[in-house]
């Protein structure tokens, strides 16, 4: 199956049927982007978030995307409408960004590609939904009220999806994927920076491996 996100496809249920946890993952060293890559897909997640906050980011997506085809990697921490472009050029397939605001939602839509906006209020929320966007990330999920926020949010708001990022563990991860409102979390615990340092793809390959226990009752369907 092609990674590829297209436009009319919902990027929550695309990234969830990859997997039930979106590694948000942190590269210092460009010659850890592909080996990570390919360690999460060997472990049954051929997803990436790699997020814009080193000077190599952008050569890893470009490089992870050229050499591992397999997985679908976009480009997290988009804080600037400069952002956005440059992680399109370099060959993103979906953005992140941990809050919106009129300019960066209006980049993100212009680049085409499918996106997640962040927000962490109900006034954020409504606000992302005043322009047709229903899906959006959570951040921080843990500080701005964790699954108990999203749960309260779910009634009022029944239209808006989210992937909560911000906190999230192993041991609450099941909490957040329960919620009907979530179809899938952020998470950085599968790539330990301690396991990329030292080039331990067996470890990013078994804790990818972990999350498969996480998935929450129906998203078997989506993963079918």
Not at 33 to 49: I, K, S
Not at 53 to 67: F, G, K, N, S
Not at 156 to 185: D, H, K, Q, S
């Amino acid at each position: 199956m092609s990674p590829a996100v297209s436009p009319a496809e919902s990027l929550l249920d695309a990234l969830a049927e990859r997997a039930p946890v979106v590694p948000v993952v942190v590269v210092d060293d460009l010659a850890h982007a592909v080996p990570v890559a390919r360690a999460l897909a060997a472990g049954g997640v051929p997803v990436v978030e790699l997020t814009l906050r080193t000077p190599v980011a952008l050569d890893a997506i470009r490089a992870i995307a050229a050499e591992v085809p397999e997985v679908l990697v976009g480009a997290g921490t988009v804080v600037t409408p400069d952002q956005a472009e440059q992680a399109r050029a370099a060959g993103a397939q979906f953005l992140v960004s941990p809050g919106a605001t009129p300019r960066l939602l209006a980049a993100m839509d212009a680049t085409g590609l499918p996106f997640l906006a962040g927000t962490a209020t109900v006034s954020e929320v409504l606000a992302v939904l005043e322009t047709g966007r229903t899906e959006m990330k959570f951040f921080p999920a843990e500080a701005s009220g964790g699954a108990g926020f999203l749960g309260s949010v779910a009634s009022p708001v029944p239209t808006a999806r989210f992937c909560p990022t911000g906190g999230i563990t192993p041991g609450n991860a099941a909490a957040y994927l329960a919620l009907p409102n979530v179809a899938c979390v952020g998470g950085s615990w599968l790539t330990p920076k301690d396991a990329l340092a030292a080039g331990d793809w067996a470890r990013v390959t078994a804790l990818a491996g972990a999350t498969a226990a996480l998935r929450a009752p129906g998203q078997d369907q989506l993963a079918g």
